[in-house]
């Protein structure tokens, strides 16, 4: 016989199901009921008498239970505690009984009042949820019962949740009151509702109770897309070589014969519009690269003001010195500031000398890279961003010297191979051997200067710090 508590908020009950499934998956007799509330389900059981519960737990191995606790037309149908004397009985009677223990009314995160969690007698086992869908968000959108927040916590209404604050939450709230309650109690963490890498990262950090500072938001960006006005000889050009760079491409011309997806494979988005109407078809995120270079003068100044009015991260035009001078003249005369003009390069590319469509698509993608790496420390592919394969993260979090790759960079290794790079060479093999038998979060470094990058294969001297973390 034993008994599970699941507390905290943010995918409790999700967490009994998982463990409902699995333990009757083993054969064994699975009891689930509540110590507050929770949702009611089709084959929960209301009873009146003990062999309500126990037919169903010996016959199918199954049974869930509590008291109604709303009105039979209310929206959602909630049940509550069970009396002592059915509660006695079935868990006599079940090998596995889990119990919600906990409230949050739906929120991810929560502060515990001094009469939470209500932990039953004789508990062999407290998981404690929290979920990653908090993050990023204001804590009065996903924190209950805020108004019990402490200064120790450092969150406001207005506070936007980071990994912090859910490490703090965890630690304050439960897990150092519920250990000097239950000292002989197995209590161990399991965050829920991880969809992204970043937020699986964070869970496993969480879990395993390891500082969760240590991971930086900013490594798990994607690739910036690339936003062309024009479809001419430099633009096509110039997707090819963003492709090869990964970017993420939206086309946009006013001409139908040349806004086409099938002369444009390589382009994610394709779209014939005029440029008076594309505001609605433009990405809305910051980290966006806009390059114009239309077939007009006009044009290029229109596409360029609209950029001006929203958030980029790079925003070039093509044009001769003389013709950029004139539009930036223009632009000051309609009301742009010279601090917005300012952030426009123009003419476009880095001085390379270019003359080919060829060569000023590689200056322009030049100058691209560089404001992207100036801007972030690593951006990682679409491939690793939107991948839900589990494995070993490596991460590079210090180098010194010239290693190949920078901090932030990452690779996943899985059961079937790997996502992503550290840079290649004997030094990702070695790691991607080592992945293969990581159990849990650790850090290793690497020396690949002189003799001992001789072992490595490695000529490029310097060393990385690899963080691997197991993620599910």
């Not at 909630?78 to 090998?95: H, R, S």
């Not at 991971?215 to 997707?239: M, N, S, T």
């Not at 993420?248 to 002369?263: N, V």
Request: proline share 4%; net charge negative.
């Amino acid at each position: 016989m034993m008994i599970i508590a699941v507390v905290g908020s943010g995918g409790k009950t999700t967490r009994i199901h998982k463990l409902a499934k699995y333990y009757r998956s083993l054969g064994k007799k699975v009891f689930v009921t509540t110590t507050t509330h929770m949702k009611k389900e089709p084959e929960t059981v209301i009873p009146t008498y003990a062999k309500d519960l126990l037919n169903p737990l010996n016959e199918s191995g199954y049974c869930m239970a509590g008291t109604l606790t709303t009105t039979k037309g209310a929206p959602i149908q909630k049940i509550g505690t069970l009396p002592k004397d059915l509660y006695d009985q079935v868990v006599k009677e079940a090998d596995i009984t889990l119990i919600e223990a906990d409230g949050s009314r739906g929120m991810p995160a929560k502060i515990p009042a001094d009469y939470e969690p209500v932990i039953p007698e004789n508990v062999d086992e407290i998981h404690i949820v929290i979920g990653m869908s908090a993050l990023g968000k204001t804590a009065k959108e996903v924190v209950h019962r805020l108004c019990l927040a402490d200064d120790d916590l450092e969150i406001k209404e207005d506070t936007t949740i980071t990994p912090l604050h859910l490490q703090k939450l965890l630690k304050k709230g439960y897990l150092e009151p519920l250990r000097e309650q239950h000292n002989d109690t197995k209590i161990k963490v399991y965050p829920g509702q991880a969809d992204t890498l970043y937020q699986r990262v964070i869970a496993r950090f969480l879990q395993e109770e390891k500082d969760v500072t240590q991971i930086k938001e900013d490594w798990f960006k994607i690739q910036p897309k690339l936003v062309i006005f024009g479809a001419g000889h430099v633009a096509i050009q110039l997707l090819q070589i963003a492709k090869f760079l990964d970017f993420y491409t939206i086309m946009i011309d006013d001409r139908e014969e040349f806004a086409d997806p099938e002369k444009l494979p390589q382009a994610d988005e394709v779209y014939c519009r005029d440029f008076h109407n594309i505001e609605d078809i433009l990405p809305e995120q910051d980290n966006v690269f806009y390059v114009v270079v239309t077939r007009g003068h006009a044009n290029d100044r229109l596409c360029a003001e609209t950029v001006l009015r929203r958030s980029y991260l790079y925003l070039g035009m093509i044009g001769s010195k003389g013709k950029v001078a004139k539009t930036f003249e223009t632009m000051k005369e309609e009301g742009y500031s010279k601090e917005q003009i300012s952030t426009i390069h123009a003419p476009i590319g880095l001085k390379i000398g270019a003359r080919t469509p060829e060569e000023i698509a590689i200056s322009i993608a030049a100058e691209m890279v560089e404001i992207k790496n100036q801007e972030t420390e690593s951006t990682m592919s679409k491939e690793l961003f939107e991948t839900k394969e589990s494995g070993v993260l490596c991460i590079i979090t210090k180098k010194s010297g010239s290693s190949p790759r920078g901090v932030g960079s990452m690779m996943l290794v899985t059961k079937d191979g790997i996502i992503g790079s550290i840079g290649g060479g004997n030094l990702e093999k070695t790691v991607m051997e080592e992945a293969m038998s990581i159990k849990e979060i650790i850090k290793k470094e690497y020396d690949l200067s002189n003799a001992k990058s001789a072992t490595l294969g490695m000529i490029c001297g310097g060393k990385n710090e690899i963080l691997y973390v197991p993620v599910e």
